[in-house]
């Protein structure tokens, strides 16, 4: 699986738009690019995933460049809610092994 | 309502011990796993089963044992308890095991003393 790489910690003020990037350089044809995100004190819960075109759904949006090297999650408006640590995964889809590699993520902080 | 739920949500018990926890999913998924998050946050799969049968072993001591009664839940047994258990565990399923799409349990929060 490809690897990926996070900034540790970023900032957001309640109502903007949180931007949180991901570089996945050595990223596979058939490999998705997955987000997911841990609330304090519970389990994580996915967000969204992509192969290249962007996409979008009530929760954020996936921002894919063209090589596929890169990705953005879009928060919209971010809530004081939604401060968490955003982990950007990447991964063949149906592998049959559904195992999920988590890194250090981002610690996103929604301040008011 | 609960989608996924795990028994208990605190554990405090004392080394040597053994000690389960348990899971349920009420989303007609095949396949459930069990993450360990230990202190440094770092998240890793321990187990992963499809329809009652261990398809992920990711080299977890012979301690730690899952049983899949039915497709609907896996317990997680520990025998002999070690201070490095302390940890939260999660319990996560997804329709099948070509899914990367996952829902994860609340965690139970195991504290080995």
């Known amino acids: 699986d490809a690897k990926t790489t996070q900034p540790t910690s970023m900032d957001c003020a309640e109502g903007r738009a949180a931007n949180l990037p991901c570089n996945h350089s050595?990223?596979?044809?058939?490999?998705?690019v997955y987000w997911y995100r841990q609330i304090h004190s519970q389990g994580p819960q996915y967000i969204i995933h992509?192969?290249?075109n962007n996409e979008t759904n009530e929760m954020a949006s996936l921002i894919i460049t063209e090589d596929r090297k890169s990705s953005t999650l879009i928060l919209p408006h971010a809530t004081l809610r939604d401060t968490a640590v955003y982990y950007c995964?990447?991964?063949?889809?149906?592998?049959?092994?559904?195992?999920?590699?988590f890194g250090q993520g981002t610690t996103l902080q929604v301040k008011p | 309502d609960t989608a996924v739920s795990q028994t208990p949500k605190y554990l405090v018990t004392q080394m040597g011990n053994d000690k389960s926890i348990k899971c349920e999913q009420n989303?007609?998924?095949?396949?459930m796993y069990w993450y360990k998050q230990d202190s440094k946050k770092f998240l890793k799969i321990m187990f992963s089963?499809?329809?009652?049968?261990?398809?992920i072993n990711e080299t977890v001591p012979n301690r730690f044992s899952p049983k899949s009664p039915d497709k609907a839940h896996l317990n997680l047994h520990i025998n002999s308890l070690e201070l490095g258990d302390s940890a939260v565990y999660f319990c996560?399923?997804?329709?099948?095991?070509?899914?990367?799409?996952?829902?994860f349990g609340p965690g139970t929060r195991l504290t080995v003393l």
């Open positions: 996560a399923s997804s329709p099948d095991g070509t899914y990367n799409e996952q829902f």
């Open positions: 050595t990223i596979s044809g058939n490999e998705y």
């Open positions: 992509g192969l290249k």
């Open positions: 995964i990447v991964r063949v889809r149906g592998s049959n092994t559904g195992k999920l590699i």
């Open positions: 989303l007609g998924h095949d396949t």
């Open positions: 089963y499809n329809n009652k049968e261990l398809i």
